[in-house]
């Protein structure tokens, strides 16, 4: 659509932009306020330079806490994308079972996060919850409170729970939007289930699935409330993702120089990413209409 | 790109007969898969249900049963712990003032975010881009780095315990997500419509209000069911900006860990309940969902 140059619509987004900018901007100066400040209390402040981010980027915690964060986006990712899709593949197209399906999909999605972590605390005990009480009739030694690896298993298994079912309703959608018309083209070449996959709705499902591994990805690495009420960060810190590392400094020990510094960097790595994502996106936004001329 | 697919391997006149038969073998293995392909999204759904049916099973329970004994339903299904929630102020003054907070805040997105999506869908500005991207980075931003400004910036302006506080703090990521979704909806309503109605001599105001939300009444739905949910499952911000008012229910839920150990049976009826307002959202706007996300916008 062409637009035409106005520049009184700033008018229309100054609302946004005061009430965003009031949220999100002024917290921003505090933190960078922070971060370059020393205190012994008493609101007496001191100008430490770039003495907090030397310590936080030479810190080990830092890098524990941001190699755990990445690892467990990565393992989410490798799960929920592809089952995602598959699932989403799977659906009916059509019928009475699709509100059905949709709803009881998209439930998961609109628990509280401290719900989820609580669902899963109770659901993974041995002696009270089914999982865990199951894991624990046929043998299984499983105990996410003190067992490293279980903590991790139970996390993911939780992640997946939680949002496996935005890939699917993200990639139903994308299914859905595909004309018919490629699938009679197909059929009538005789094309083999695989390329139909692999040459129509793959490429077709592109835009989708750029959103659907960024919001995974950005979420995960967000991720604080369901690890913080299912491990509390444990057993020992290996648990213990940047947001968790980042409150219980901040909070926990009100550290602020040294959280401030993190909150910026954290923030860093994420702007970052959002950009390519932006990039990307309105690539994929400006191959739309070119799609839709040749159809 | 519809031509890459047509491989040579079709024969060069394909007769009708020949192409009916094809279609007709496609279609039986089709129909044969379906009925197994019924199953993934079955075993899924299951699998979806399992732990939130446990949590519901554990709520008709009392706690005698969940800890003594391991049964797969409630043997005496009992309405006790809901009770115990519907009957203390203090636990049901948690889901009053979620809900407070969440209806303030998805007014509040969406009213601002209306005529801000309309710019971005109609005007190019003086950076017009660069707002859109930041705009889209608060949605990226992560609460734990907001907590410790916000409660200052809140506490400066003697707004803690507010249920005003929680909504507008919420806005950080509501309101871009809003512009978002909204943009989306409105770049797909013809720009001649705009453009006949100020010929027929309408303001803009009345144009926006009488004839351009009408049009794009599925888009404002989509939008306040994503920032009705992700005001809805935000703790960690609504939890540091209450104390005792205005604090939501996720976070009454903590007092379940009493000197006797955890009233499971209570916090499972909790944990039910706080499901509810969700499963209604969702049912209501069930057949904008998908078209929501076909946008891409979430």
Redesign the interface.
Known sequence: ?D????????L??L???V??A???I???M??VNYSVQDTFGNNEFFWAGTEWFQDVLNSERFWNSLSRNLLFSFIILCIEIPLGI??AL???KKGPWV?V???????????????VG???Q??GRA?????G?TLDAIGVDYNYTSNIFDAWVTIIVMDV?HW???V???C???L??IPD??YQ???????SKW?VFR??QL?KLR??LI?AFL?RF?DS??I??EPFVLTGGGPGNSTTF???D??KQ??GQFD?GP?AAM?LI??LI??L???VF?TVMSHTGADKPE?GA?? | ??D????P??PKD?SGNK?DI??VR?ESSIKKQ?SL?????TI??I??????Y??TN?SFKTNQE??SS?T?WPANPTLANYRVIFSDPSWYSGYINSIIYVVLNTI?SIS??L??A?????????G?KH?F?W????R???????????F??YSAFGLIDTHIAVA??H??FN??LA?WILEGFM?GVP?EIDETAYIDGYSFPKFFIKIFTPLIASGIGVAAFFCF?FS?????IARTLTTTDAKP???I?TRTVGASGVD?GV??AA?VL??IP??L???FV??Y??????L?R?
């Open positions: 659509m637009k035409t140059y106005n520049n009184k619509a700033w229309l987004v609302p946004v932009f009430l965003v009031l949220s999100a002024i917290p921003i505090t933190v598959g699932i799977c659906m009916p509100p399906c949709l709803v009881l999909m998209a439930l998961p999605l609109l628990i509280p996060w401290n719900v609580t669902i899963w109770i659901f002696d009270i919850g089914l999982l009480h729970w496996t079912s935005l699917v309703l993200l139903y959608a994308g859905a939007s018309a490629y083209a197909a059929r009538i070449d005789g094309a390329s040459f129509i490429p835009g989708v959103i919001l950005m690495f967000m604080y409330t940047m947001s968790i980042l409150v901040a909070i602020l959280a909150s954290y923030q994420i702007i990413i959002c950009y932006f799609q040749a159809e | 790109m519809a890459t697919m047509l491989t391997s079709t394909a192409i094809t279609k496609t379906r392909k019924w199953l993934v999204p899924y759904i699998l979806l249900m399992l732990p939130i446990w949590l554990m969940i800890l391991f797969l509040i601002v975010a005529p801000a309309y710019a971005f869908s109609r005007y190019r500005f003086l017009d707002m991207f705009l889209l980075s608060n990226m931003a992560p609460a734990a780095v907001f907590v410790l400004p916000f200052q910036l507008l703090a806005c950080l309101v871009p512009v770049s720009k949910m809805w499952v935000e703790l960690l229910i996720a976070a839920m499971w916090l499972a944990g706080t499901i969700g499963a959202v969702i049912y069930r057949n969902i998908a078209k929501g996300f076909a891409g979430v």
